[in-house]
C-alpha cells in the first residue's frame, strides 16, 4: 500500500453534547479513491465537515501527509491542501460561474497559475466555460454540481472530499458526474467520496468503508460489499 | 405546581415581604422617592423582557408607548379636568389601541426591522412633540401647545394622597407604585404559563418549529404586544400622575437604553431579571453621580455593551451558573434555584 | 422655478449624503448579519476628528480630510473585535438581537465621550468651500457639489472594491455563503474585521460632510442614521444599489415634504412611506425572503 495521504485514527466529533461519530478510523492512499457508504444521517457529511474544521475534533487525530489538522481552523485545513466539494454544492448565487471559479482559487496569488487552472477546469468541465458570466442561482442543478466540483480543483489541493455528488440529480446527469470523477481519478487525484449507494462506485473506488450510527461496520473492496446481501440490506436497505 | 413556579412564587413573596418592609426601614423621602423610580423602570422593563425575552418582539419604541400613557393621562386631566384615577385607566386602553396601530405596521416584519421601526416611531413622536409651536390654548400670557411643546405637561392634578395624607403622601404612592408593579409581575407570570406564553417560547427557541405546528406568530405577537403596553401604559401615566408633570424627557433615547440595561443586566427571558437590573442599575445610577453626574450616559453606554458581551443571561443567569456548578451533586436545589428566578 | 431648484439641491445633497451612510450600514449588514447601531457615533466621531486636526491643531486640510478614515476605521476594528467577535463565537443564534443592543450601548458611550470631551455647544466645520455655481438660475453652493461629488467617488470606489478586488470579492463570498468561503480558505474573522474598519472609514467620512453643511454636535450622526436604517430597510436590509436607490428618492421626498408641509413633518412622512412599503412587501422592495447578500 501507498503511503496514506490523509490518516484518520479514532476520530470523535458531534455537535452540541452528542458525538455523531464515536471513533472513526480509515486511511486514504496517496492517488486512491476511497468511499464511505452509509445511510442518512449516520455521520458521513459529519466524517468531511471535522476533516474540513468545521466541526472540532474532540477526540482522535486527522492527518494529511502527517501533518496534524485536528484544532485547524477550516481556512487553515484548506490551506493545507484540502479540497472540500461540499454536500449542496453551497455556491455563491449572487456571483457568475467565472467568480465562483475565482473564490476557488482565493488562497493562489499568482495570475499565471490561476489562469492555468481556469484553462485546465474548462478543459474538463466544458459546460462552465459556456456558462461564464451567468449568476450561479440561474444555473441547473447538474450544472451547479459542475461548478461546485469545478470550484474545488481551482483550489489545486491534494486531497479531494466529495459529499454526496449525485445528491438531487437525474440518472443521466449522475453518470456525467461520475465520468468526471473517474478522470479526476486516473489524472492521480486523491479523493475520499461519501456516497449513498455503493453499486456506482462499485469500479471506481479501491476502498469502501460502511458508516453506520458514528462507527465503520465493514471495510474492504467494492465488489465484496455488494456481494453481502446481509450487510445490503442491514444498512443500506437491500 | 411546576417546580418553577414554587420558584417564581417564593421569590414574589421575598420581593412582597421587602416591598411592605422598606417604608419602616427607609424613613428618607429622597431613598423612597428612588425605590419609586426604579419600580417604574422595572414595570416598562418586565414588559419589554416579556415582549424580548419570551414573545422574541424587538420592540425599541416601549417608551413610545410609556410616552402615550403619561400624555394621554396629563392631557385628560389638563384639558378635560378629569381625575387621575379615571384618566390612568382610559389612557392604558388608549395606549394598546395605540400599540396595536404600530404593531400591525411593524410585527409582519423580522427581528432586525421590528427594532428599526418602532425605534423609528418613537423618534418621529419625539421630534412631533419638541418641535410643536402652534398655540393651542393660552394659558395666562403664554402660549401652551398641543402637545405641550419641548416643555411638556405640568399641574393637571395628583393621585389625592397628598390631601389625605398630608406630609406622608410618598408613603401612600409608593404603595400605590408597588401595587401596579406587583399587579404587573403577576400579569407577566401568568402570561408566561399559560398556553399562549408556551407558543411564544416555542416561537423564540424555533420560529420555524412553531410556526410549522400551527401557531400563528403575526397574531400571537401583536396579542401580547398589546396586552404589555396596557401596563406599559398604565405605568407612564402613574409616572405622570406621582410627579404631576410629564416631558419629552421620557422619549430620549438614554431613557430607553436604561430600561434595555435594565433587562439585560438583570436577564433577559429571567421572569425577575427587571427588579433585579432596576435595582443594580438605579443603585449605580447614585453611584455614578457621585463620582460626577456627567460620566452617567457613558458609564451606562459600557455597562450595557460590557453586560451583553461578558453576562448575556445577566445576574440571574450568572447566580444561576455559580449555584449550579459549586452544588454539582445536589442537583435539585441547583435546579430549583435556577427555576426560582 | 426659483424654489423648488433650492429643494431640489438640499434633497439630492441629503440623499448622497444619506446614500454614503447606507453603504457602511449594508455592508456590515450583508457580511456580518449585524446591525451596527454605534454607526451614527462614527459619523459624530469622523466629524469631530476633522474638527480637531483642522480646526484645534492647525493641520493642512489633506491630512484633516484623512483623520475622519482612520479614526472610523478604528473604531469600527475595534467593535468588532471587543463587541461583534466575542458575541458571535458565544451564542451564533441570537448574534442579530444582542448586536443591535450591545452596539446600541458603543454608540451612548461614545456620543456620551465626544460630549464630555467638546461639549454640547456646536461647532463649524472649517473644512467646507465657500461660494457658490449657477447654473440656469439655481445657485448650488460649492459645498454641495463636492459632497456630490466624492459620495459618487466613493460609492464607484466601493463597487470597484466588491467587484473586482480578491478581498471585495471574499467579502461577497463571505456574505452569499460563509460556510463555502471558509472551506474555499477564507478568514471569515479578518474579512468581518475588514467589513467593519471598511464601514467605519466610509461612516467617519460620512460624518465629515454631514458636519460640512450643518455643525457639529455630539448628536450629529444620529439622525443620519436612523434614516440611513430605514432607507436600507425599505430596499431589503443588505441590498447595497437598492438602499443607494432608496436614499436618493427618500431623501427628494423628505425635502419635498419639509418644504410644503414644515420641516416637522419630513421625517413622519418619509416613515409613514417605508412603513406603507413594508406592509405592502415586507422584505424590503427589492428584497427576497433572505436578504443578506451583497
Excluded at chain 2, 188 to 211: E, H, K, M, Y
Excluded at chain 2, 234 to 239: C, I, K, Q
Amino acid at each position: 500500500m501507498a503511503e496514506a495521504a490523509l490518516a484518520i485514527d479514532a476520530l470523535v466529533t458531534g455537535y452540541d453534547r452528542r458525538d455523531v461519530l464515536t471513533g472513526i478510523s480509515l486511511d486514504l492512499p496517496d492517488g486512491a479513491l476511497v468511499t464511505v457508504v452509509g445511510p442518512n444521517g449516520h455521520g458521513k457529511t459529519t466524517l468531511l465537515r471535522a476533516i474540513s474544521g468545521l466541526l472540532p475534533t474532540r477526540r482522535g487525530s486527522i492527518r494529511l501527509f502527517g501533518r496534524k489538522l485536528a484544532g485547524l481552523a477550516p481556512h487553515q485545513v484548506a490551506a493545507a491542501g484540502i479540497v472540500h466539494v461540499p454536500q449542496g454544492d453551497l455556491l455563491f448565487p449572487q456571483m457568475s460561474v467565472h467568480e465562483n471559479l475565482l473564490m476557488g482559487a482565493y488562497l493562489e496569488n499568482d495570475q499565471a497559475v490561476i489562469r492555468r487552472r481556469l484553462e485546465e477546469v474548462e478543459a474538463l468541465l466544458p459546460k462552465l466555460a459556456e456558462r461564464r458570466d451567468q449568476l450561479a442561482s440561474s444555473l441547473s442543478g447538474g450544472e451547479r454540481r459542475m461548478v461546485g466540483i469545478g470550484r474545488g480543483l481551482m483550489m489545486g489541493g491534494r486531497v479531494m472530499l466529495i459529499d454526496e455528488p449525485s445528491l438531487g440529480l437525474a440518472p443521466i446527469i449522475i453518470e456525467q458526474v461520475y465520468e468526471v470523477i473517474a478522470r479526476l481519478k486516473a489524472s492521480g487525484r486523491t479523493i475520499l467520496l461519501v456516497e449513498e449507494n455503493p453499486a456506482r462506485v462499485a469500479d471506481l473506488a479501491d476502498a469502501i468503508h460502511l458508516l453506520d450510527n458514528g462507527r465503520i461496520v465493514w471495510s474492504g473492496p467494492p465488489h465484496d460489499l455488494l456481494e453481502r446481501d446481509e450487510l445490503l440490506e442491514t444498512y443500506l436497505g437491500g | 405546581m411546576s417546580r418553577a413556579d414554587r420558584g417564581h412564587l417564593v421569590f414574589g413573596l421575598i420581593v412582597l415581604a421587602a416591598l411592605a418592609a422598606l417604608p419602616f426601614v427607609a424613613d428618607s423621602r429622597y431613598v423612597l422617592g428612588q425605590v419609586i423610580l426604579a419600580l417604574f423602570y422595572a414595570i416598562v422593563a418586565s414588559q419589554w423582557n416579556l415582549l424580548f425575552g419570551f414573545a422574541g418582539v424587538f420592540s425599541l419604541g416601549q417608551m413610545a408607548l410609556f410616552a402615550f400613557g403619561g400624555y394621554a393621562t396629563a392631557m385628560l386631566g389638563f384639558y378635560l379636568d378629569w381625575s387621575m384615577w379615571v384618566a390612568m385607566p382610559v389612557a392604558a386602553v388608549g395606549t394598546v389601541l395605540f400599540s396595536l396601530v404600530i404593531g400591525l405596521a411593524c410585527l409582519r416584519l423580522a427581528g432586525a426591522y421590528v427594532a428599526l421601526l418602532t425605534l423609528a416611531v418613537a423618534q418621529v413622536m419625539y421630534l412631533l412633540i419638541v418641535t410643536d409651536t402652534d398655540c393651542f390654548v393660552m394659558q395666562g400670557a403664554t402660549c401652551r401647545q398641543f402637545t405641550g411643546g419641548a416643555v411638556g405637561f405640568a399641574r393637571f392634578g395628583d393621585l389625592g394622597t397628598r390631601a389625605i395624607f398630608k406630609g406622608d403622601y410618598v408613603v401612600a404612592n409608593y404603595a400605590i407604585v408597588a401595587a401596579l408593579f406587583l399587579l404587573t409581575m403577576g400579569f407577566t407570570w401568568a402570561v408566561i404559563r399559560s398556553p399562549l406564553g408556551l407558543a411564544f417560547q416555542a416561537l423564540r427557541d424555533n420560529p420555524g418549529c412553531a410556526v410549522a405546528r400551527g401557531i400563528n406568530r403575526f397574531s400571537t405577537q401583536l396579542l401580547v404586544f398589546g396586552a404589555s403596553a396596557f401596563f406599559t401604559g398604565l405605568a407612564g401615566g402613574l409616572y405622570a400622575a406621582h410627579f404631576q408633570a410629564i416631558g419629552p424627557g421620557v422619549l430620549s433615547l438614554s431613557t430607553l437604553m436604561f430600561i434595555i440595561a435594565i433587562a439585560v443586566v438583570g436577564g433577559i427571558g429571567k421572569l425577575w431579571g427587571p427588579l433585579v437590573g432596576a435595582v443594580i442599575l438605579v443603585l449605580a445610577d447614585e453611584a455614578l453621580r457621585e463620582v460626577g453626574g456627567d460620566y452617567r450616559t457613558l458609564g451606562l453606554g459600557l455597562i450595557i455593551a460590557a453586560a451583553m458581551v461578558l453576562m448575556p443571561k445577566g445576574v440571574i443567569g450568572l447566580v444561576e451558573s455559580m449555584v449550579a456548578r459549586l452544588r454539582p451533586a445536589s442537583g435539585r436545589a441547583a435546579e430549583f434555584v435556577k427555576s426560582g428566578t | 422655478m426659483e424654489i423648488l431648484g433650492p429643494v431640489l439641491v438640499a434633497g439630492i445633497t441629503t440623499g448622497a449624503l444619506y446614500a454614503l451612510a447606507t453603504i457602511g450600514l449594508s455592508l456590515v449588514w450583508g457580511a456580518l448579519g449585524m446591525l451596527n447601531m454605534a454607526h451614527g457615533a462614527l459619523l459624530t466621531i469622523g466629524g469631530y476628528a476633522a474638527f480637531t486636526l483642522a480646526t484645534l491643531m492647525g493641520a493642512p486640510w489633506p491630512v484633516a480630510v484623512l483623520a475622519p478614515v482612520v479614526v472610523g476605521a478604528l473604531i469600527g476594528a475595534v467593535i468588532y473585535l471587543l463587541v461583534a467577535q466575542p458575541l458571535l463565537a458565544r451564542a451564533p443564534r441570537s448574534f442579530e438581537t444582542n448586536v443591535i443592543i450591545a452596539t446600541f450601548g458603543v454608540a451612548m458611550a461614545l456620543e456620551n465621550a465626544v460630549l464630555l470631551i467638546f461639549g454640547g455647544q456646536p461647532f463649524g466645520q472649517s473644512i467646507a468651500l465657500t461660494g457658490h455655481l449657477q447654473a440656469g438660475g439655481i445657485f448650488i453652493p460649492w459645498q454641495n457639489v463636492l459632497i456630490v461629488a466624492v459620495v459618487l467617488v466613493l460609492m464607484a470606489g466601493t463597487a470597484f472594491f466588491l467587484a473586482r478586488t480578491r478581498a471585495g470579492r471574499a467579502i461577497r463570498a463571505t456574505a452569499q455563503h460563509r460556510e463555502a468561503a471558509q472551506l474555499l480558505g477564507v478568514p471569515v474573522g479578518r474579512v468581518y474585521l475588514q467589513v467593519l474598519a471598511l464601514s467605519g472609514g466610509i461612516a467617519g467620512t460620512c460624518g465629515l460632510l454631514v458636519s460640512s453643511i450643518t455643525q457639529l454636535s455630539p448628536t450629529l450622526g444620529a439622525d443620519p442614521m436612523l434614516k440611513a436604517f430605514i432607507m436600507c430597510v425599505v430596499a431589503g436590509l443588505g441590498n447595497l444599489p437598492g438602499a443607494i436607490g432608496a436614499a436618493f428618492v427618500l431623501a427628494l421626498i423628505e425635502a419635498f415634504a419639509s418644504y410644503a408641509l414644515g420641516a416637522r413633518w419630513g421625517f413622519p412622512l418619509l416613515l409613514a412611506i417605508v412603513i406603507l412599503v413594508l406592509i405592502w412587501r415586507p422584505d424590503g422592495l427589492f428584497g427576497r425572503a433572505a436578504v443578506r447578500r451583497l
